[in-house]
Every structure is written in structure tokens, then in C-alpha cells.
T-cell receptor, first 113, second 116 residues
Framework: GDSVTQMEGPVTLSEEAFLTINCTYT??????LFWYVQYPGEGLQLLLKATKADDKGSNKGFEATYRKETTSFHLEKGSVQVSDSAVYFC????????????FGAGTRLAVHP | GAGVSQSPSNKVTEKGKDVELRCDPI?????LYWYRQSLGQGLEFLIY????????KSGLPSDRFSAERTGGSVSTLTIQRTQQEDSAVYLC??????????????FGPGTRLTVT
């Protein structure tokens, strides 16, 4: 079945450092790909998405490109802030189905001043 | 506008008891999803409702779990004869239309269930 694998955390960075969180997927068909974020004490919210190969999703300085050849959707940000500290989830929405989401395990990011 | 709401926010129950968890989706959203977030299993899909179609129950872990959606709006997830492994945060999400590719799902704050 479809699955998502993302790098284990926690990831600890200093403010203004470059961030990469790796995400790869296994899927039949052409899924949509998402990054969701869960800030401390808050619910899951969509950060960015891409619906087809070579699409780039971006939001709040974060970017991820849908790479079909490497089945990847790595999350990047050029300069992280303390306020980016959260848990990040990579997810895929199955194609041809009901868009139920299959999530990766989540990566906790801690950014220090 | 109002987001997805869930109640109760926390529920502590004794093993063997039944529990009901409620979800109020965003008004006008036809698709509703239940997920479970637990330490051992991460975030798992449980069940999906789309309009008046038969629900996709493929993620329900056992026949102790059931869900219904009344009038195409409010949904209730019921867990019968709760077990300790049912302890988790139960998340509800809704979207405008579940059939569209890449449709965003909006999540509620979750219900934290603890089975003692």
C-alpha cells in the first residue's frame, strides 16, 4: 500500500539556519503531496501542497518540490525562526480515491535563538 | 468563519466503557474524515464520509469502532468496550469536496482519549 517516510527528529537548529526535512513516498498512481504543521498546543494545519510532478508548493518561506523521479517531497527553508518550532508531517493524498491522507511519522523541529 | 470543532477536548474513561466523540465540520464542507494520532502508530486514517455516499470505513481498527454522520453535517465516532490501546488523540477534518485532487483538509483541535 501507499506509504510516506520522513526523517526522524528531533531536528535542532539555531535561528537563521537552513532547514531540510526529507520526505519520500511510495504510491500507485499520481498522489497529491502535502506538508502539515502542528505548532505547540495547536491543531494540524496545512503548510503547503503540490498536486503533480514538478509542482513547487510554498508558504511562509517554506518550499517543497514534487519529484516523481525520486519519489520525494523534501521541505526546505532558507532561514528558520524560533517561531518555526513545531512538528512537521509529510502526507500523501491518494489519487483516484477519497483524498484520505497517509502521513509520515512527523519530525519535531526545535529552533533556538 | 468557524473552524472544525470537536468535543470533548479531553475524555478519561475506564477500560470496557463506551465513549462517543463529536465533530462539527466547517459549514458547507461535504467531506469529513476521522484520524487517530497515537504514540505508537502516528497519524492514521480511520473513516471518511462524502455527502450521502457510503462511508469508507477501511481504516477502522476493529468492529468496536463505528461512526455516523447525521444530516451530512455533525459526526459521532463511537468506541465500544474501550481498551487501553485506544488511548490517543482523535482528530476530525473536513474539506469542501473530498473528490478533488489535492483538496485541503481542515483539522479540528482533537479529542484526547485516555483509557485507564
Amino acid at each position: 500500500g501507499d506509504s510516506v517516510t520522513q526523517m526522524e527528529g528531533p531536528v535542532t537548529l539555531s535561528e537563521e539556519a537552513f532547514l531540510t526535512i526529507n520526505c519520500t513516498y511510495t504510491a500507485t498512481g499520481y498522489p497529491s503531496l502535502f506538508w502539515y504543521v502542528q505548532y505547540p498546543g495547536e491543531g494540524l494545519q496545512l503548510l503547503l501542497k503540490a498536486t503533480k510532478a514538478d509542482d513547487k508548493g510554498s508558504n511562509k518561506g517554506f518550499e517543497a518540490t514534487y519529484r516523481k523521479e525520486t519519489t520525494s517531497f523534501h521541505l526546505e527553508k532558507g532561514s528558520v525562526q524560533v517561531s518555526d518550532s513545531a512538528v512537521y508531517f509529510c502526507a500523501l493524498g491518494e489519487s483516484g480515491g477519497y483524498n484520505k491522507l497517509i502521513f509520515g511519522a512527523g519530525t519535531r523541529l526545535a529552533v533556538h535563538p | 468563519g468557524a473552524g472544525v470543532s470537536q468535543s470533548p477536548s479531553n475524555k478519561v474513561t475506564e477500560k470496557g466503557k463506551d465513549v462517543e466523540l463529536r465533530c462539527d465540520p466547517i459549514s458547507g464542507h461535504t467531506a469529513l474524515y476521522w484520524y487517530r494520532q497515537s504514540l505508537g502508530q502516528g497519524l492514521e486514517f480511520l473513516i471518511y464520509f462524502q455527502g450521502n455516499s457510503a462511508p469508507d470505513k477501511s481504516g477502522l481498527p476493529s468492529d468496536r469502532f463505528s461512526a455516523e454522520r447525521t444530516g451530512g453535517s455533525v459526526s459521532t465516532l463511537t468506541i465500544q468496550r474501550t481498551q487501553q490501546e485506544d488511548s490517543a488523540v482523535y482528530l476530525c477534518a473536513s474539506s469542501y469536496d473530498g473528490s478533488g485532487q489535492g483538496t485541503e483538509q481542515y483539522f479540528g483541535p482533537g479529542t484526547r482519549l485516555t483509557v485507564t
